[in-house]
């Protein structure tokens, strides 16, 4: 929202307030009445204050806390891609895009992953990559249980920037389909509560410990993309032991249907695939039933048919604990690197 809009509906507040009392005025003791309206002003005027500077404000620090916007991540990740040819390709949702360092891979991958995409976006990616002659060698496609179970609508325009109209098209006969995963409102009250719950939730209790780090002048840090296309979380957040999560087991024919073809894709164009399923937590792991699992194991297991696709379930790697996670499911950069270098060795071993 708008800073001077938010600006004029607190003035328009405040104006509402100030001719309500002004009535009032009229039918109170007057000597009572300005009593009152001083120690009004009293608190309010402080209150306002803060109010006004921290909107004002928030637009510089949000930046600084929480880095660049996810449009502006898509965008640089979409430009990023095109500034060299790469070998290898990493494609895959948050688990990916936080959880692989391209640059322990080899010496030209690139991370090409964003968060809460599927394998529809995935395969629009490959076909952006070859319009503008850039296919890799080998695909690094990042796959688990619940990845067949959802759409997200939530960066649809951004990536019609990039994807042809078969995109647009395709996504506007899903976006009724059970299981889309976001959509955005078109009602404004709906609009104004989430904007107002961001900036005053969240966002002030970011902005209060941006002003005390500032006020001792201790360094700031936020996320960031790094050129090589992974999402670092700074300062890193820390697991706990009691973590919940649920997990969709669903597997939806729109995104099968977008997996197989990604793999006749690559097939057809000479490009290897890894088909990988990075490290869980036990807490993930539990939302599926042994039974779901091992469906979908034998399922990515049954492409391996020739020796240019393979499927890497490191899902239960040993060596991971939950201090090696910021949350239910993503590495820790450190651990990121750790895994990416096993990653890198697993993968010569494959050739």
């Not at 109010?51 to 996810?70: C, E, Q």
């Not at 719950?197 to 936020?222: D, M, V």
Request: glycine letters at 4%.
């Amino acid at each position: 929202m708008n800073v001077v809009f938010q600006v004029a509906l607190y003035l328009i507040a405040l104006g509402i307030l100030v001719v309500a009392f002004l009535l009032l005025y009229r039918r109170e003791d007057k000597k009572q009445m300005m009593r009152f309206l001083y120690k009004l002003a009293i608190y309010i005027t402080p209150l306002f204050i803060v109010v006004m500077l921290f909107l004002v404000d928030y637009r510089k620090m949000a930046p600084v806390l929480n880095g660049i916007s996810m449009n502006d991540q898509l965008e640089q990740s979409f430009e990023n891609v095109l500034k060299k040819p790469y070998r290898t390709i990493i494609l895959g949702n948050s688990r990916t895009y936080r959880g692989i360092n391209p640059d322990l891979i080899d010496s030209s991958t690139y991370n090409f992953s964003f968060d809460n995409e599927t394998f529809l976006e995935q395969y629009f990616k490959l076909k952006y990559l070859e319009r503008n002659g850039y296919l890799p060698q080998l695909l690094i496609l990042g796959v688990d249980y619940f990845e067949f179970s959802f759409i997200s609508l939530a960066m649809q325009g951004t990536y019609s920037k990039y994807f042809t109209e078969d995109y647009n098209s395709l996504m506007s006969s899903l976006s009724s389909t059970e299981g889309v995963e976001y959509s955005k409102s078109e009602n404004i009250d709906d609009w104004f509560n989430a904007k107002m719950s961001a900036i005053f939730g969240r966002g002030a209790s970011q902005y209060l410990s941006y002003l005390g780090r500032r006020i001792i002048g201790e360094p700031l840090s936020a996320p960031y993309l790094k050129e090589n296309g992974q999402y670092i979380i700074n300062p890193v957040p820390k697991a706990n032991e009691g973590d919940f999560m649920v997990r969709p087991s669903k597997v939806e024919s729109y995104q099968k249907e977008k997996f197989e073809q990604i793999i006749d894709f690559a097939k057809t164009r000479g490009i290897k695939i890894v088909l990988l399923m990075p490290p869980c937590r036990a807490v993930e792991l539990r939302c599926y039933s042994e039974e779901f699992k091992n469906t979908m194991d034998d399922y990515f297991h049954s492409f391996e048919l020739t020796d240019s696709i393979y499927y890497l379930n490191l899902s239960e790697l040993k060596g991971y604990s939950t201090v090696d996670y910021m949350d239910e499911t993503h590495l820790t950069p450190e651990a990121s690197d750790r895994f990416s270098q096993t990653l890198n060795d697993t993968i010569k071993q494959l050739r």
